[in-house]
């Protein structure tokens, strides 16, 4: 079976913490930060890399477009 | 192999459309119109159409619309966009021309020009942000607003005696000879974002055809006027605006 592996990148300061990323992630490999960004937003990241499937279902619901996705297939 | 290794411009699936730019978007977190802005953008990148794109952007919370997307904009007065965009639409007919407008906006004060604009089937493409609320202004009610559902000026839940029928003006666009697709989608989910991206490249295409006038509604949340958190937003307008709003195209000639 091909298996992929998916890696997401935050754009930290554009993120509104608005948590639809992680609601929408199939895989839960997403969180809320503790720490907040400079606007006081505490924002996705990745707490589950390991489970990323590179699907791009966070970044397709993400309002703000602060999601890139990299995907590869082993 | 490693976050880093994957973390590579050969293996890049998604990322932010060119044509938005870097500005923040002021709109609060959560908000359905920064998803529609960035479907919107990445359909212009796909038609290789930045030079050749002209948006009218409303009054309400998308008035800063031309912020954000790097294309050619007017900003019209309130309810006022479908009647520039004819003005833009005739008089550079090889431009592709849409109005980004709120429900307050094309349904309430824009009522006349959105239906004229219609019936006329002009050349253009409307995108209808229909939150069921006047988002800008403080969460009053709009001619959209569900029976029950409360809003600033309605505290208790609107009622038909006291304020009406809610308005189904997509329905109404339907009926109308001059439109040629009228269709109702959603952004909550991925499966939603990619078939309202569908629609809106549609209606784009059609408006280069001078097929007529294409309408995609998108049932969206207003979670600040809702006063619900962006999730249990998505979950309210599922139960609560499909029923009234049911997605699916209503005319597509
Ligand atoms: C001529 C005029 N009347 C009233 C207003 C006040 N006003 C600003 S935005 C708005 C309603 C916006 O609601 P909607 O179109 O639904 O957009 P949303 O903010 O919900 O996206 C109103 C009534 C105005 N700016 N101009
Ligand atoms: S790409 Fe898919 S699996 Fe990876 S974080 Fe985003 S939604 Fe989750
Ligand atoms: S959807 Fe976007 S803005 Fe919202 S928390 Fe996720 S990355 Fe941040
Ligand atoms: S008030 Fe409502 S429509 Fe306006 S930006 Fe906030 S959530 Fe979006
Ligand atoms: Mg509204």
Do not use: H, R, W
């Given at each position: 079976m091909a298996k992929v592996k998916g890696a997401v990148v935050v754009n930290i300061e554009r993120?509104?913490?608005?948590?639809l990323c992680v609601v929408a992630c199939p895989s839960q490999v997403l969180e809320l930060s503790i720490e907040a960004n400079s606007k006081g937003y505490n924002f996705s990241t990745m707490v589950?890399?390991?489970?990323?499937?590179?699907?791009?279902a966070c970044a397709l619901v993400c309002p703000d477009a602060c999601i890139t996705v990299y995907k590869v297939r082993l | 192999m490693t976050v880093n290794e994957i973390i590579n411009p050969a293996n890049?699936?998604?990322?932010?459309?060119?044509?938005?730019?870097?500005t923040p978007m002021h709109?609060?977190?959560?908000?359905?119109h920064g998803v529609v802005h960035k479907l919107i953008a990445e359909i212009i990148e796909e038609m290789d159409f930045q030079e050749k794109t002209i948006g009218i952007a409303p009054v309400?919370?998308?008035?800063?619309?031309y912020k954000y997307l790097d294309i050619d904009w007017q900003q019209a007065a309130h309810g006022r966009a479908p009647a520039l965009a004819t003005a833009v639409k005739r008089l550079l007919p090889d431009r592709l021309v849409f109005t980004y407008q709120g429900d307050g906006d094309l349904?309430?004060?824009?009522t006349a020009e959105t239906i004229h604009a219609a019936n006329r089937g002009e050349n253009i493409a409307i995108i209808f942000i229909n939150n069921?609320?006047?988002?800008?202004?403080?969460g009053q009610m709009a001619?959209?607003?569900?029976?029950?559902m409360k809003s600033s000026t309605s505290p208790n839940g609107r009622t038909v005696p006291l304020n009406g029928n809610p308005l189904d003006i997509t329905k109404l666009l339907a009926?109308?000879?001059?439109?040629c697709y009228v269709t109702r989608q959603s952004v909550h989910t991925v499966g939603s974002v990619r078939k309202t991206k569908k629609a809106i490249r549609k209606a784009f295409e059609n408006s280069m055809m001078n097929k007529g006038t294409s309408v995609v509604e998108v049932v969206s949340t207003c979670n600040s006027g809702w006063k619900l958190t962006p999730e249990a937003s998505n979950d309210w307008m599922v139960e609560n605006m499909f029923p009234a709003y049911p997605l699916g195209d209503l005319k597509d000639l």
């Open positions: 993120c509104k913490g608005c948590n589950v890399p390991d489970s990323c499937v590179g699907c791009a | 890049l699936v998604y990322e932010k459309p060119k044509v938005m730019n870097d709109y609060c977190p959560g908000c359905s309400g919370c998308a008035v800063f619309a349904a309430a004060i824009g069921g609320i006047y988002g800008m202004t403080g001619p959209t607003t569900l029976v029950g009926q109308l000879d001059g439109t």
